[in-house]
C-alpha cells in the first residue's frame, strides 16, 4: 500500500492563478481531510469528506473547494491564489471519522508559495 | 473554537536529558492525540488518550491526560538524537459546531544534540 500520495511536492504560482493539489489513498478510508500548516499555528482544517459525494467546511474554508467524487481522491482546489495561502498543505485519512479509536494518516505534503 | 496552547515552542537539550511537553486548554476534550513529525513529511501518530488521567508509555515517552480532559503532557526520559523533530498535541472537540474535529496546538520543535 502507498497510503495516503500528494502531488505535487513544492509548487509556486502567481497571485490570481488557480491550481488543483491532488490526495489519493489506497486503503478504502471514508474519511478525508485537508489541513494547512503554518509556522507557530500547528495544523489547520480547511475541509472535509466523510464519503463520497460528501464534503464539509473546516476551520479556514474560504478560497477552496474540494469534491469527492470517489473513495481514493479528494482534490483541494484554489481558485485564485493569494499570497496568505502560502503554506504547507497536508491531506489525511482515516476510517472513519472517530479518533479515539482510529488512526488518522498523513500525505507527505505540498509546499505551496504564491508570490 | 477550542484552543489548545502547547509549550515551549523549543527545546534544545543534549542527549540524556529529560523532557516535558505541554499542552493546555480551558475546553474539554474527548481524546488527546500526540504526533511526530519530521523535516518534509506528515505527522504520525505516536499515541490517543481517552479516560480523563490516563497514561501510555511508549518506550521512553510518557503520555498522560488530566483528570479533566483539558491538558496533556508528554515526558521523554533520557533524550536521543533520534527524538529530534517536531512534536504536535491534538484534541478530538468534544462539543459545538467544530464537534469530533482535531484542534491541533502550535507544535513543539525539539533538537536533542549529542
Known amino acids: 500500500n502507498a497510503g495516503v500520495t500528494q502531488t505535487p511536492k513544492f509548487q509556486v504560482l502567481k497571485t490570481g492563478q488557480s491550481m488543483t493539489l491532488q490526495c489519493a489513498q489506497d486503503?478504502?478510508?471514508?474519511?478525508m481531510s485537508w489541513y494547512r500548516q503554518d509556522p507557530g499555528m500547528g495544523l489547520r482544517l480547511i475541509h472535509y469528506?466523510?464519503?463520497?459525494?460528501?464534503?464539509d467546511q473546516g476551520e479556514v474554508p474560504n478560497g477552496y473547494n474540494v469534491s469527492r467524487s470517489t473513495t481514493e481522491d479528494f482534490p483541494l482546489r484554489l481558485l485564485s491564489a493569494a499570497p496568505s495561502q502560502t503554506s504547507v498543505y497536508f491531506c489525511?485519512?482515516?476510517?472513519?471519522?472517530?479518533?479515539?479509536?482510529?488512526?488518522?494518516?498523513f500525505g507527505p505534503g505540498t509546499r505551496l508559495t504564491v508570490l | 473554537t477550542q484552543l489548545l496552547e502547547q509549550s515551549p515552542q523549543f527545546l534544545s537539550i543534549q542527549e540524556g536529558e529529560n523532557l516535558t511537553v505541554y499542552c493546555n486548554s480551558s475546553?474539554?476534550?474527548?481524546?488527546l492525540q500526540w504526533y511526530r513529525q519530521e523535516p518534509g513529511e506528515g505527522p504520525v501518530l505516536l499515541v490517543t488518550?481517552?479516560?480523563?488521567?490516563e497514561v501510555k508509555k511508549l518506550k521512553r515517552l510518557t503520555f498522560q491526560f488530566g483528570d479533566a480532559r483539558k491538558d496533556s503532557s508528554l515526558h521523554i526520559t533520557a533524550a536521543q538524537p533520534g527524538d529530534t523533530g517536531l512534536y504536535l498535541c491534538?484534541?478530538?472537540?468534544?462539543?459545538?459546531?467544530?464537534?469530533?474535529?482535531?484542534?491541533f496546538g502550535q507544535g513543539t520543535i525539539l533538537t536533542v544534540h549529542p
Open positions: 489525511a485519512s482515516s476510517r472513519d471519522s472517530g479518533t479515539r479509536t482510529d488512526t488518522q494518516y
Open positions: 486503503m478504502n478510508h471514508e474519511y
Open positions: 469528506s466523510v464519503g463520497a459525494g460528501i464534503t
Open positions: 475546553s474539554v476534550f474527548s481524546s
Open positions: 488518550v481517552v479516560t480523563g488521567g
Open positions: 491534538a484534541g478530538e472537540n468534544a462539543g459545538g459546531t467544530s464537534y469530533g474535529k482535531l484542534t
